[in-house]
């Protein structure tokens, strides 16, 4: 089982970056692929982007370019790095941790999550 705590939310401003960390308890944290989601205020969670064992990353479509996410097993850590933040960036933002070694993107494929930290990006 893991247990996964996020930090590093907060304001910045439309253009600037932000990076997140999760924290990962349990001693098989490198056998698991890591995941951050999102969810923008009334909108569903979204997939953000993934980090493989052994540290391949895949993202939304839509959101290559301007993020990267890196881990750190001996850490126990995951980060998402968010680049040329815009607005519409706004939402909260999930670590989960997938059993998965197929790129799982689903939000059922991820057994683990965090409780979240929020992000704002101001215009």
């Known amino acids: 089982q893991v247990q996964l705590v996020e930090s590093g939310g907060g304001l910045v401003q439309a253009g600037g970056s932000l990076r997140l960390s999760c924290a990962a308890s349990?001693?098989?944290?490198?056998?698991?692929?890591m995941g951050w989601f999102r969810q923008a205020p009334g909108k569903e969670r979204e997939f953000v982007g993934g980090?493989?064992?052994?540290?391949?990353?895949y993202f939304s479509n839509s959101l290559k370019g301007r993020f990267t996410i890196s881990r750190d097993n001996a850490k126990n850590t995951v980060s998402l790095q968010m680049n040329s933040l815009k607005p519409e960036d706004t939402a909260v933002y999930y670590c989960a941790a997938s059993t998965s070694w197929n790129l799982p993107r689903a939000e059922n494929e991820f057994a683990y999550w965090g409780q979240g930290t929020q992000v704002t990006v101001s215009s």
């Open positions: 980090i493989t064992l052994s540290a391949g990353m």
């Open positions: 349990g001693r098989t944290f490198s056998s698991y692929t």
